[in-house]
């Protein structure tokens, strides 16, 4: 399997995981000259921006702790542009969660940074 199939494979574990949570999926895969997030979804009011890792070994770490700080201020970046077309507003009340995938085994994370 190449490296498109397997992220698009837990791509859609992670979809099908944010759904039995209960959230509403708003986005996925949200682009913009920034970077990416991997889904935006909704709690409520809550928005909840998702970063989503898979590791097939934990030769470098968990795939959770591979969502360092260099990254969390881009996705808070990104995620701030996304309030900003959007929604024309960064006051809305928002949580930056992590789902990471280690083989098999799923870690998530809310309020994560």
């Not at 009011?45 to 795939?63: C, D, L, P, W």
Request: glycine share 4%; hydrophobic share 35%.
């Amino acid at each position: 399997m190449n490296k498109k199939a397997i992220g698009l494979k837990w791509e859609t574990a992670a979809r099908e995981y944010i759904k039995t949570c209960g959230y509403e999926i708003v986005c996925c895969n949200y682009r913009c000259f920034i970077g990416e997030i991997d889904i935006i979804a909704k709690e409520q009011k809550t928005i909840i921006f998702i970063e989503v890792k898979f590791r097939s070994s934990r030769h470098f770490g968990t795939a959770v702790e591979s969502v360092d700080y260099k990254k969390q201020q881009k996705i808070r970046r990104v995620a701030a542009h996304f309030l900003m077309t959007t929604y024309h507003t960064e006051s809305i009340p928002c949580r930056f969660d992590v789902l990471g995938f280690d083989k098999e085994k799923i870690t998530y994370i809310k309020n994560a940074f």
